[in-house]
């Protein structure tokens, strides 16, 4: 971990005892963040090349107030009915010559976001808010890589002795139970699919892998929970290159709300541990959320497991071959 990182962590830690109890301002960050992509290898005898892109929009902690396609000419954007991600997308239709750039098909979108950290204080003081369902059901059930009524989550969930009506301590409690019990490896083979059944034999992998067991344990106790996704901002340098995303969970409770929380980076930050239940980083730039998702307008294929890369089918079948870059500098 280099020393800025360093230091901007200890700075939050040193903060976080005075921003629990609500006398220390929320940090915030304003940025421009560009998101491209590009297509490659496209067969000699496409017709049409469909392409999606995830769009940035308000949310809890965010605001978008400028989104500015910069190329291609045409492409929309709409949101899909399920989880309300908003989504640019456009057919590109052969000859593709004058919608190359660069020779390549592709797209720029620029978004100008405004982020403000989180902090619940309701989760930091591990209230015993009452469990009342005030969600759609989606955030309830199984997803295809999530089945919260496997064996191994039943035996799970069963071992950590959860409060059946206090949400928050049941919820810490999973959450310290993956820190304890996982070790975070990005690189392991399996992970980043998010697929739980795999994740409770291996005990690792990346965010993805992490918070799919938490959403796995939540919802089998019948706690509504999500899984957002974006970009992170890893430095305190004022431009540069992201190099991945990064993904997180939230649960709800009624009454309080979506209180987030991050156990892959308090996993990798120890000194994080408390801070990341309850709590979100300014430097998150919330894109996309939910699993299994179904696109506007819908794709041929299958749903997709996540949408935070860009999606392409060529005469309606998935196309692999896409590449996808994303940068950012702060606004004054």
Not at 12 to 20: E, L, R, T, W
Not at 254 to 259: K, L, S
Request: charged content about 25%; aromatic content about 10%.
């Amino acid at each position: 971990m280099n020393s800025t990182r360093t230091l901007a962590l200890a700075a939050i830690v040193a903060a976080c005892g005075s921003a629990f109890a609500g006398d220390a301002p929320l940090a915030t960050r304003n940025v421009e963040l560009t998101y491209s992509a590009a297509i490659e290898g496209l067969p000699a005898a496409a017709k049409s090349v469909d392409l999606w892109l995830p769009v940035a929009q308000d949310c809890d902690g965010q605001v978008v107030p400028k989104v500015t396609v910069t190329y291609p000419e045409g492409g929309a954007i709409a949101v899909e009915p399920q989880y309300g991600n908003k989504i640019w997308h456009k057919r590109f239709e052969a000859p593709f010559d004058d919608d190359m750039t660069d020779g390549a098909l592709g797209a720029k979108i620029v978004f100008e976001i405004h982020r403000t950290e989180t902090v619940v204080a309701e989760a930091k003081s591990l209230a015993k808010a009452p469990k009342r369902i005030a969600v759609p059901a989606s955030y309830l059930e199984s997803n295809r890589l999530i089945p919260i009524d496997s064996d191994p989550i039943v035996a799970i969930a069963r071992d950590l002795h959860l409060e059946k009506d206090a949400p928050i301590p049941a919820a810490r409690k999973i959450y310290d139970w993956l820190i304890d019990e996982f070790t975070y490896n990005w690189k392991a083979e399996g992970a980043g699919e998010g697929d739980v059944r795999w994740a409770c034999d291996s005990k690792t992998g990346d965010c993805t892998d992490y918070h799919s067991m938490f959403l796995a344990l939540c919802r089998n106790q019948g706690i509504p929970a999500d899984h957002e996704f974006g970009f992170p901002i890893r430095t305190k340098n004022h431009e540069g290159k992201i190099a991945s995303y990064h993904c997180w969970a939230r649960f709800n409770v009624d009454g309080i709300g979506w209180i987030p929380i991050d156990a892959s980076e308090a996993d990798k930050h120890p000194e994080l541990r408390d801070y990341n239940f309850g709590s979100l980083m300014a430097d998150l730039m919330k894109f996309s959320h939910g699993r299994d998702v179904t696109l506007a307008p819908p794709q041929q294929g299958p749903p997709l497991n996540n949408f935070i890369h860009p999606y392409v089918e060529v005469d309606g079948k998935p196309h692999e071959g896409v590449t996808y870059a994303v940068s950012f500098k702060d606004l004054p």
